[in-house]
């Protein structure tokens, strides 16, 4: 059986901020419609390296590639030029971000933030783009809520509705940072239901979380990241619960 194609290709990728080396030299593989889970103690890359695979971040040296293409820059022969920042914005029309706080603009209603970016990146007219936001809240649990604003709504909805912005423009590769560690303990599950709908329909997801059982139940592949590196992965019942490295096997013993 012939291996999935890779959605996503990360090489040799190094980042730092000033004298700080937050990534050294990562290394990695999604294939298309896989769920990798990244997990790791604050401060290990986790957050820094999702952010190089939209170009949220340059990187210092190493590729990202999204569906074979290299984001951020182009090569011509040895040597790479980054991207103007109109291409990179057509880059990210492919790779949906879902934030930790949402980022929803609040002088807009719920259907509005939704049809924005489809509107204003990709041309849809603003009917084609409407019946589309309603159909992506109604996946999301918030048919009712299409003309509230962002202050009306809970935190778990307001990230439910951040979800659908995510899908609004037929992402490729969704990205979700941390997407619970802003929500209150009874509304994590109505994000998670979310997330697990979207692994079921096949989604190319990167998910940055502490939710370890989340991780346990959704993943097709568990990433531990230490120190601005990739310390082991896995499937999560290797990583999870039979940890090779010592390192895996002290951070599991402090979360789980």
């Known amino acids: 059986m012939s291996p ?31 769920v990798t889970v990244v997990i790791g103690p604050s401060g290990s890359g986790k957050s820094t390296l999702l952010r190089t695979l939209n170009h949220l971040e340059k990187v210092d040296s190493g590729t990202v590639a999204v569906d074979g293409t ?12 980054e991207l103007r920042e109109r291409e990179i914005l057509r880059q990210r029309t492919h790779i949906g971000f879902v934030f930790q706080d949402f980022h929803l603009f609040p002088h807009l209603t719920v259907v509005e933030n939704v049809t924005e970016a489809p509107v204003a990146a990709l041309g849809r007219s603003r009917k084609d783009a409407t019946a589309t936001a309603l159909a992506l809240l109604e996946r ?16 778990g909805q307001q990230q439910r509705v951040a979800i659908a912005r995510a899908l609004a423009l037929e992402p490729k590769l969704l990205l979700f940072d941390e997407p619970t560690s802003a929500l209150d303990p009874e509304l ?14 096949g989604t190319t997801m990167i998910i940055v979380t502490h939710e370890i059982g989340f991780a346990r139940e959704v993943a097709d592949t568990v990433v531990f ?31 789980l």
């Not at 290299?70 to 030029?81: A, H, P, Q, T, V």
């Not at 994000?191 to 979207?198: A, G, M, P, Q």
């Not at 230490?226 to 951070?251: C, K, M, N, S, W």
């Open 4 to 34: 999935q194609p890779a959605m996503v290709e990360v090489r040799a990728v190094r980042k730092s901020f000033g004298p700080l080396d937050v990534l050294k030299g990562v290394d990695l593989r999604v294939a298309a419609g896989e």
């Open 140 to 155: 999301v649990g918030l048919a009712g809520k299409a003309d509230a604003y962002p202050r009306q709504l809970s935190g």
């Open 188 to 201: 994590v599950g109505e994000v998670l239901d979310v997330i697990k709908d979207l692994a079921a329909r």
């Open 225 to 255: 990241m230490d120190d601005g590196r990739i310390v082991e992965q896995g499937p999560p019942a290797q990583v999870l619960d039979a940890p090779r490295e010592a390192r895996t096997r002290a951070f599991l013993s402090k979360v």
């Open 70 to 81: 290299l984001i951020g820059y182009r090569r011509s022969g040895d040597k790479l030029y």
